[in-house]
């Protein structure tokens, strides 16, 4: 977790916040309270989804207990999974990108010091995350407008129909994700100007 520090008093500007009065402090302030907004709201909505899990559990028991206990189906109790389950994987990426709790292939990076982290880091949000992110929300945005549009809902008979919500959430998690990815360049940035000594997850794992 995130645990904030003062940082040092020290001569040299990585030691320095801005003093009262100086034309960067209603930036920094704005840029911190911006960030911190991001980061409550994908905090909240990851730990919101995580107790659908526990629904998702429970569904998939009733399902199998109706199916082979007394002989009955349901098209909409299992659709109703892959909706919680969708809900779940697609809301919850950017709390793993807050939490930095997703799986990293690489050789240097955890042989890294914190500011060569941090310089990859800002590498990885400024040419791949941002950009992923953008085209996810562009190249979905007419396919969820379409299903919106005819209220798609399910192909089977008796399913729920609310696949266009389902489908939703793909420019929902691009929008997200690029919003989380504004708030860690923000934490780096400032990290490397001094002005935020937190010290970064790392609860990834290392492949």
């Known amino acids: 977790m995130y645990t904030r520090r003062p940082a040092p008093r020290g001569p040299g500007p990585r030691g320095r916040r801005p003093t009262r009065g100086s034309p960067t402090e209603p ?28 629904g998702m559990m429970a569904v998939t028991g009733l399902v199998v207990v109706l199916r082979y ?32 709790a997703h799986v990293r292939v690489d050789v240097l990076y955890g042989r ?3 500011r ?11 040419l ?17 407008g ?14 729920i129909e609310a696949v ?11 929008g997200l994700l690029f919003l989380q990815g504004l708030a860690e360049i923000g934490h780096i940035v400032l990290r490397l ?3 935020d000594r937190a010290e970064p997850e790392h609860d990834q794992e290392m492949l």
């Not at 379409?146 to 008796?158: K, Q, T, Y």
């Open 128 to 144: 791949f995350l941002l950009p992923l992110a953008g085209f996810v929300v562009w190249v979905s945005w007419a396919y969820t």
């Open 27 to 54: 930036m920094l302030r704005f840029v911190t309270r911006a960030i911190a907004a991001i980061d409550t709201l994908n905090e909240a909505i990851g730990r919101s989804v995580a107790w659908l899990v526990l």
């Open 146 to 159: 379409r299903a919106w549009a005819i209220r798609e809902g399910s192909a089977e008979v008796g399913g």
């Open 69 to 100: 206990g007394f002989s009955i189906g349901s098209i909409a109790l299992q659709e109703s999974v892959m909706y919680l389950h969708g809900l779940v994987f697609m809301v919850g990426i950017p709390y793993a990108l807050k939490h930095d």
């Open 164 to 174: 266009f919500l389902l489908k939703t959430l793909i420019p929902v998690l691009g």
């Open 116 to 126: 060569g982290r941090d310089l990859v880091n800002l590498a990885g949000h400024l």
């Open 193 to 195: 100007l001094g002005l």
């Open 112 to 114: 890294l010091e914190q």
